[in-house]
Every structure is written in structure tokens, then in C-alpha cells.
């Protein structure tokens, strides 16, 4: 029975066929009743087991007793007793900036319906309105997990926590943009016609941009070397550079792009457009976020938050901004100089 | 507000985020359910009006993506959520507030996609694979079908923060003595799966972008011919044969915790699994999707390749996991008469290129691969409601008579 096709004939002989799978779904779908009513009796705690009794060599259980960390040994609990101890580890962030999310992403699907920029605004109201409390649960220590001493690290040992989430991370955003980027290409190689380099891209605005993006990490690296040294104030000197420099390579960005719109080159012009817009356009939204990011340490250093022994967060975000910079070193030459 | 709100609102615990999970990926469950029974409805007696035709498509699309990206990806991860760091002796995870984040995301991408019946121009209905240029704002047009896709980013979101933490916590917070080779089957499986997941998901984010794009500014990635159908091919299915796996491996070690568990015996060959799913499954994941392909028009020589590195792919493990299960459960190794037909039929079903070509692109691998011509088409019928519309398999776009068995004419 091929899919998507919604109905068939008399003719086509299925219907008993199809009649017997459908009250085959409905036996299934009252099946699942069981299992419901297994979880909710067992949720209720009336019947209760002794601890480990499947008799389990594995850790969850208990069962094995070389691993000396585990909070609670044996049975996991059902959380009536283990929510009072983790009181410090609430926090309203997570679903705030995620509402506010929501409510922008339905924002942008109502723009055809013409009432989406209200509910765009107050989306963007409340994602910045999370991400400032996030910011200053951190500034103020809120939340705060303690590293425990002596974990098996194997082969990460040399590296700090923050350090390995963010090369993670990055891996992803590589894989990211190399869709998009790799899709540029793949269309591109599909076209023999292409606008030729320096026709529709300003070559020596796009070296300037490069330029100003490469100084950008410049500055980054002696801000870190800064603060290494113990000097809060030439972090603070090399971390308003960065962020200025940053600004600069979005101004030229957006002057471009108002200079492309005036010449009726548009999202829909075709595809050079199209794949220029939307690459630099995600590229730019990374380099907004590394902004916001810096903003947050330009804060903290003036709270003289940053010294010589405690400073890796300034590293942590150099690699987010070196990665965007070399994102935007692949992006020049596939766009401006190809 | 009260503690219990305050409790689940703002929780960042991991046993409460699993849980969490847990239970919104049993009420997806439900709502793909309904949906699937919906569709049984519709199809249990010939003719049958319960549904219109592109509510019926509605309801195809949407079954798929709740069941495989809302209800059975969370299920793993609510368990991994709870138990992972159980077993590797860890506090919580990594980032236990972006674990929160996670957690919000996927269940409010999932509300997202579930708005999307609500407005107009209905929900998705393209498929659970969601090709362009079928999801392209000229065939499915409408609020809801965007909302719906931009939803489904919101969960690739969460999905690829989730691995991040879990990666990282796996990699670096385990107790004292706990060795990645003493690290039980479950740990592995997760840390493999978010592997796959950090690596495959960010493709789709990529596509979706692409799609969002083409959707809201008017961009043409997948309008126009020039790659425009296979572009979205190869980025769907390059994140697509990964997801193949990231839903099954949780699974699978969950099978590799529970046998041996009551069957009161360690699990044999662990050690074996482990390097045949390290060595064999993910990376080989990443090197096989043209298999959803084989009738697009692929150069043969990558046909071959792929075709290999598939059977590569989808022998040693049930090889492995079955000989282990069964010497844990019964207490000695299954006779090699049935250990190699098990492993070697379950490839010799699913892969051959050659089979998929014959039957048009419809085994069971190749299930998404319903383009029968060498360059990508251009686009035929414009109407929303004919069945032509949504099957776009008819070479120079002339439909086959419709309600007659049989489907459409092959190449």
C-alpha cells in the first residue's frame, strides 16, 4: 500500500486486508492501556520491591562496589526524598528563554498571516530577559556545581570540563555549516552560469571585513594573554576591542547587504542571492551571539570578575570566536573570490 | 508559586529530567497514536471519507516525525538522563542547566510541530522525510507546515545540546576505578548515540535552515532545478542514516542490561560489542546514506561503495549482541547454523542495490528514495489536493489513473 494516498477502490481488493489491520491497530491501541496502568500502580508505591532485586551486577543497582560516588546506594529513589538537598539546583532559566524562543519561532510562522511581528517582539523580549538572568546567576554564582576531585578522565585528562563541552560543541557547528556551506557548493557545481567574482560582492569590502574579523581574534588572544599576566585592565582594553571590531565587521556586513537590496537583489533573486543571504545571514546570527557572549565578560571584568588564577572563561569563548572567524576565512573565498 | 511547580518548572536534576522526559515522551506517544489510528480509520473500508486527502497526508507526516523524533529518541534519553550517571558514578550531568534546556526545548518544539494542525493551511504533509521541493512554500503552503519545521529545528536544538552533555559527562565525570571498558553496556550505547546525534542532527539543522529560508524570505535551495531535490536528499538522508541508529542504540543497550540481569549472568562478549559498534556502526553510519538513494541517479561507483560499507555496517552487530545475549541467557554459545544467517539476512534484506533498483526504490531501506529519473524533475501537478501532488514520481509529471493498484508507473 503505497503511502500518502488516501483511500483506494472497491475494486482493488485490500479492503478485508486493510480491514483486518485496522482492528488489529485498535487491539494494539488498547494494549497500550496496560502498560499505562502497570506505570501508574507502580508509580503509586503500594507494592515495593527490596532493594536490587534482580539481583544486578551493574552500578545503578549497587551492584558494584568499587564505584564509591553514588548518592544514594541501591534502589533509585522517586525523587520525594532527594528534591530537598538539590534545592540550590533550580533555576527558572531554562524554561524562560525556552518560552521565549517558542514564542518567536511562532512569531516568524504567522508573518504570512501579517501578525507576527508582535508576537516576534515579545519573543525577543523574553530571550533577552532569560539570558540577562542566566548571565547573572553566573555573575553572582548562583548556580553553581561543584567539580569533584579525582574522576576518571582518560583520554581527556589535561583538559578542564567548560573546555571539552565547547570543542564538542564546535564539532557540531562545524558539521552545521558545513551543510550549509557544502550545499552552496553542491548547487553551484550544478549551475555552469554563475556571476563572475567582483561583479555582485565588493571584493575589497569583503578582504576589509576579513581583515577586521582576523584582527578581532588578535585581539582575543592578547586579552587572554592580558589576564594570564594578572593585568584586569588590558583584559578589559582587548575585550572592548574585540567586541568593537566585531560590531565594525556587522556594520560593513549589513551595509552590504542594504547596498545588494537597493540594487533589487533580493532573497528570491535566484540562487547567487539566495545562498549568499542565508550563509552570511547564519554567520552573522553566530557572530551576534558571540557579541552577546562577549558582552557578558566585558561585564564581569568591569566587576573585576576575571585574575590571574581564574580566567579560563575568557579562553573558552576565544575558541568560539576564533571558529567563527575561521568559519567566515572558508566563506570569503567561496562567495567573493570563487 | 509551590514547591512541586517550582520543582518541575525549574528543575536541572538529572533523575527529575528524566522523568521529565519519560513521561512527555509517553503523552507524544499517544498523540502519534492517535494519529496512526486516525489513519487506520481512514483506510479500513474503501472509499472512506473520515479524512480528505491532505488531512490523511497530515496525519502520515506527522505519525512519523512524533513517533521517531518526540516519543522514541526522548524515551532513550529519559532513561540515559536517569541512569547514565547512575552508572558511571557521576553527581548529574555535565551542564545540568542545559540539560533543563534540553528538556523545555524538546517538549516545546514538540507543542510547536503540534500547533501546526491548528493553522491554516494545516501541518506538515509531505512525508516524514519532508522533501523539498514537496515542503517548499509552492506545494505546501501555509502558517502551519513552517511552524511545524521550525518546531522540529527547536528539537535539533535540544538533541545537540543533549549530546554535548552527555559527551562531555561521559568522557569526563566518572567515579574513581570507573574505566571506559568498565563502563556498562548502557553508558556505552548513550555515549555512541550522542555521538551519532552530534555529528547527524546539525545536517538536518542545516536543511531546515535551507527549507525555513526558503519558506519565509523566498530563498530558492530547494525551488529551483539545479540540485534542488537531490540537495535536500543528501542532507536529509546524510542525517538520516544516523538517526537510524541513534534510535536504535539505546535500546540496544538496554537489552544489553536487562538479559543478563535476570537472567543473573554477566553479559558475554561485551567487550566485543562495544568494538564492533565502535568500529563498524559509527563510523560506517556516516558513509552510507546514498543506500536511501540507489534510484536517484547516483554515480555506480559510489553505489558500490556504499552498498559495501553497508553490509560492512549491518553484520557484526546483531552478530555480536545476539551471540552475547544468548550465552548470558542460556548459558553457552548459539550454534554457528543460526548465529550467520541472523547476522547476514538481516543485510542481505535491507542493502543490495540492485534489489532496490528492481522494485523501484522500495525496499525497506531505501524507503525514502521515491525519485526515478537521473536529473532532479521539475516540478508537475500544482494542486495541493491530488494525490500527484504528494507522490511526485511520475517522470515528465504525467499522473497514473488514480484508485487503481498498482501505484505509479515505474521508469
Known amino acids: 500500500m503505497p503511502r500518502r494516498i488516501a483511500t483506494y477502490s472497491v475494486d482493488a481488493g485490500w479492503s478485508s486486508l486493510n480491514l483486518i489491520a ?3 491497530g485498535i487491539i494494539f491501541a488498547v494494549s497500550q492501556f496496560l502498560l499505562i496502568a502497570n506505570l501508574v500502580i507502580g508509580v503509586r508505591g503500594r507494592i515495593v520491591s527490596p532493594p536490587n532485586p534482580w ?45 521565549g524562543v517558542t514564542l518567536a519561532m511562532v512569531g516568524f510562522s504567522l508573518l504570512e498571516l501579517g501578525v507576527g511581528w508582535p508576537v516576534i517582539f515579545v519573543g525577543l523580549v523574553v530571550i533577552a530577559w532569560s539570558l540577562y538572568g542566566w548571565a547573572r546567576d553566573d555573575l553572582w554564582s548562583k548556580f553553581h556545581v561543584p567539580e569533584e576531585e579525582g574522576r576518571e578522565l582518560w583520554p581527556f585528562s589535561k583538559i578542564p570540563k567548560i573546555k571539552l563541552g565547547m570543542w564538542t560543541f564546535l564539532a557540531g557547528e562545524v558539521i552545521l555549516f558545513s551543510g550549509v556551506l557544502g550545499s552552496y557548493l553542491f548547487i553551484r557545481a550544478d549551475i555552469p552560469r554563475w556571476p563572475s567574482p567582483g561583479t555582485i560582492h565588493s571584493i575589497p569590502i569583503g578582504l576589509t571585513n576579513t581583515l577586521v574579523l582576523l584582527t578581532s581574534s588578535l585581539s582575543v588572544v592578547l586579552a587572554i594573554q592580558a589576564i594570564r599576566a594578572g593585568n584586569q585592565k588590558r583584559l578589559l582594553m582587548w575585550l572592548t576591542t574585540t567586541f568593537l571590531l566585531g560590531a565594525l565587521f556587522l556594520g560593513i556586513k549589513a551595509s552590504e547587504w542594504a547596498d545588494l537590496f537597493s540594487k533589487g537583489f533580493w532573497f528570491n533573486s535566484g540562487l547567487p542571492g539566495s545562498t549568499y543571504f542565508v550563509t552570511t545571514g547564519i554567520h552573522g546570527l553566530h557572530v551576534t551571539a558571540g557579541l552577546i557572549l562577549l558582552a557578558y565578560l566585558i561585564k564581569r571584568t568591569m566587576n573585576g570578575g576575571f585574575s590571574k588564577e581564574n580566567n579560563d572563561t575568557v579562553e573558552y569563548f576565544g575558541l568560539y570566536w576564533h571558529f567563527v572567524d575561521i568559519i567566515w576565512v572558508f566563506l570569503f573565498p567561496l562567495f567573493y573570490l570563487l | 508559586m509551590n514547591a512541586w511547580l517550582k520543582r518541575w518548572l525549574f528543575t536541572t536534576y538529572h533523575k527529575d529530567v528524566g522523568i521529565l522526559y519519560f513521561v512527555t515522551s509517553l503523552y507524544f506517544g499517544f498523540i502519534g497514536a492517535i494519529l496512526a489510528m486516525l489513519m487506520r480509520g481512514q483506510l479500513a473500508v474503501p472509499g472512506n471519507g473520515l479524512l480528505t486527502d491532505l488531512a490523511y497526508n497530515q496525519a502520515v507526516t506527522m505519525h512519523g516525525l512524533i513517533m521517531i523524533l518526540w516519543f522514541l529518541s526522548p524515551l532513550g534519553i529519559a532513561f540515559a538522563n536517569y541512569f547514565v550517571p547512575l552508572q558511571i558514578g557521576a553527581k548529574d550531568l555535565a551542564f545540568p542547566r542545559l540539560n533543563a534546556l534540553s528538556y523545555w526545548m524538546y517538549l516545546f518544539g514538540g507543542l510547536l510541530a503540534a500547533l ?8 506538515a504533509n509531505g ?5 523539498a521541493p514537496l515542503a517548499d512554500p509552492a506545494y505546501s503552503p501555509g502558517p502551519g507546515v513552517t511552524v511545524a519545521f521550525l518546531g522540529l529545528a527547536l528539537l535539533i536544538t535540544s538533541v545537540t545540546l543533549g549530546s554535548v552533555n552527555f559527551i562531555v559527562m561521559i568522557l569526563y565525570m566518572r567515579a574513581p576505578g570507573m574505566t571506559m571498558r568498565k563502563m556498562p553496556i548502557f553508558s556505552w550505547f548513550i555515549f555512541f548515540t550522542m555521538i551519532q546525534m552530534l555529528f547527524a542532527f546539525p545536517t538536518l539543522l542545516a536543511g531546515l535552515i535551507m527549507l525555513s529560508a526558503d519558506r519565509l524570505l523566498g530563498t530558492l535551495y530547494f525551488a529551483s532545478t539545479s540540485g534542488g531535490a537531490i540537495l ?11 538517526e537510524v541508529y541513534i534510535v536504535l542504540m539505546p535500546g540496544f543497550g538496554a537489552i544489553g542490561e536487562i538479559l543478563p540481569a535476570l537472567a543473573g549472568r554477566a553479559l558475554a562478549g ?13 563510523p560506517l553510519s556516516f ?37 552475547g545475549l544468548h550465552i548470558s541467557v542460556v548459558g553457552r554459545q548459539w550454534s554457528w547454523t543460526f548465529i550467520y544467517p541472523n547476522g547476514y539476512s538481516s543485510g542481505n534484506l535491507t542493502v543490495p542495490a540492485g534489489q532496490d533498483v528492481v522494485l523501484n526504490g522500495r525496499t525497506s531501506i531505501a524507503r525514502g528514495s521515491e525519485r526515478s529519473t537521473s536529473s532532479p524533475r521539475s516540478l508537475g501537478s500544482t494542486s495541493s489536493t491530488s494525490r500527484c501532488s504528494t507522490c511526485m514520481r511520475c517522470p515528465g509529471g504525467s499522473p497514473p489513473t488514480p484508485l487503481t493498484p498498482g501505484g505509479p508507473p515505474s521508469t
Not at chain 1, 539481583?55 to 545503578?60: D, N, Y
Not at chain 2, 501546526?116 to 501541518?123: K, R, V
Not at chain 2, 546514498?290 to 559510489?302: A, K, P, R, S
Open chain 2, 287 to 323: 558513509l552510507v546514506w546514498q543506500h536511501h538513494m540507489f534510484v536517484t541517479g547516483t554515480v555506480l561507483f559510489i553505489v558500490q561503495f556504499q552498498t559495501f560499507a553497508s553490509f560492512g555496517l549491518i553484520v557484526p552487530p546483531p552478530q555480536a549482541l545476539t551471540s
Open chain 1, 55 to 99: 539481583r544486578s551486577l551493574a552500578p545503578e543497582w549497587g551492584g558494584m562496589p568499587s564505584i564509591q560516588a553514588l548518592d544514594a546506594p541501591g534502589m533509585p529513589t522517586n525523587g520525594n526524598g532527594s528534591s530537598e538537598h538539590h534545592e540550590q539546583h533550580l533555576s527558572s532559566r531554562p524554561i524562560a528563554l525556552t518560552i
Open chain 2, 232 to 242: 535536500w536528499d543528501n542532507l536529509f538522508w546524510f542525517f538520516g542514516h544516523p
Open chain 2, 127 to 131: 512525508g516524514w522525510t519532508t522533501y
Open chain 2, 270 to 282: 561485551k567487550n566485543i560489542i562495544i568494538a564492533a559498534t565502535a568500529g563498524a556502526v559509527v
Open chain 1, 22 to 24: 485496522s482492528v488489529g
Open chain 2, 116 to 123: 501546526g494542525f491548528f493553522l491554516p493551511g494545516g501541518n
